[in-house]
DNA sequence: TAAGATAAGAGGGACAT
DNA sequence: ATGTCAGTCTTATCTTA
């Protein structure tokens, strides 16, 4: 038995049955922020409300006039100077607001230490690159973890991710290939049997199906039906056959349900699987 | 009722213009 | 850059066992 940190799940570690998914909190190892971190985070509080984000950065504060004097003047001094500040710091105001929001993505994820990281610095990298201005801060730090999701290869789809976030799976997959793109990112191609724990454990299947449902996934690598399919549905059709393999026949909507995909797509697929290995 | 079939529409990649 | 093409997935609806 393993907590696998990374993707937060309690998976036995022959057979990879899913003791418990989406753990929140199994103490400080590996949910606790480093100093630096903690930091941060105590001095920002809350999310920082959009209200508040742009005060002081939206409108310039400008020389002062003659119309300002006595005491009004220390306090529109003391305005400016915080004008400035903040704009010499808007990068760390960036990142700050950033971070928070992606603290709160991870959380709902339940996506660990590590995953937050690499989509940390996959977000400094976009900001490096100029990526983020003209488009929100959230849609760039959400496609940086998705991002980050998929080079640990963690099964976190598009859309849960997009879900967390508030954004549409449209436009969260848009700049998320814009990241790709720009940032030179190598991804690893996203292997179906990856996503089998995760969705067997939420349909109820047995382990002895998912082993079943691992075989089919890896025959039909060889058969090379895998590519440009959608993995979730692939993974869904394989348990699917497994199920009724097993003699514990589960209904394809449950399946497709828990793989977040549509009956129709583990029917294609299932058609598919069927003709290629002759079942 | 579960599963198969069919059709229309969306979004994105490959490739050509 | 823009357009077309083939393939995938989704939603909706109808049919079949």
């Known amino acids: 038995m393993v907590l696998d940190a990374v993707s937060g799940e309690l998976i036995c570690s022959n057979c990879g049955f899913v003791v418990k998914d989406r753990i929140e909190e199994t103490g400080p190892e590996w949910r606790s922020f480093s100093d630096d971190q903690k930091a941060d985070r105590s001095r920002t509080g809350l999310p920082t409300s959009v209200a508040q984000y742009d005060m002081g950065l939206s409108t310039v504060i400008g020389p002062s006039g003659k119309t300002v004097s006595g005491n009004m003047r220390t306090t529109v001094e003391r305005m400016r100077t915080w004008d400035r500040r903040s704009q010499a710091h808007s990068t760390d105001r960036n990142m700050r607001r950033a971070f928070s929001e992606l ?11 590590e995953a937050v990281e690499r989509a940390a610095y996959i977000y400094r990298k976009a900001m490096e690159r100029g990526l ?13 973890l998705y991002a980050s999701v998929r080079d640990l290869s963690i099964p976190r ?28 990112l190598k991804m690893p191609i996203a292997d179906p049997a990856r996503s089998v724990p995760k969705i067997a454990s939420k349909a109820g299947v047995s382990e002895k199906a998912r082993r079943t449902a691992f075989e089919i996934l890896a025959r039909a690598k060889e058969a090379g039906i895998s ?31 828990a793989a ?8 294609n697929r299932y058609k598919g699987l069927k003709v290629a290995l002759g079942i």
């Open 103 to 113: 603290r709160t993505f991870a959380e709902k994820l339940s996506l660990s230490e």
């Open 132 to 144: 983020v201005r003209g488009r929100s801060i959230t849609t760039i730090i959400a496609a940086s």
């Open 157 to 184: 789809s598009l859309k849960e991710v997009a879900s967390v976030s508030a954004l549409k799976r449209k436009d969260l997959a848009r700049d998320y290939r814009l990241l790709v793109r720009e940032l030179d």
């Open 227 to 257: 590519s440009g399919k959608d993995p979730m549905g692939l993974a869904a059709a394989a348990i699917y056959i497994a199920s009724v393999l097993e003699g514990e026949k589960k209904r394809q909507k449950d399946i497709a349900k």
């Open 260 to 267: 977040e995909v549509t009956e129709v797509t583990i029917r």
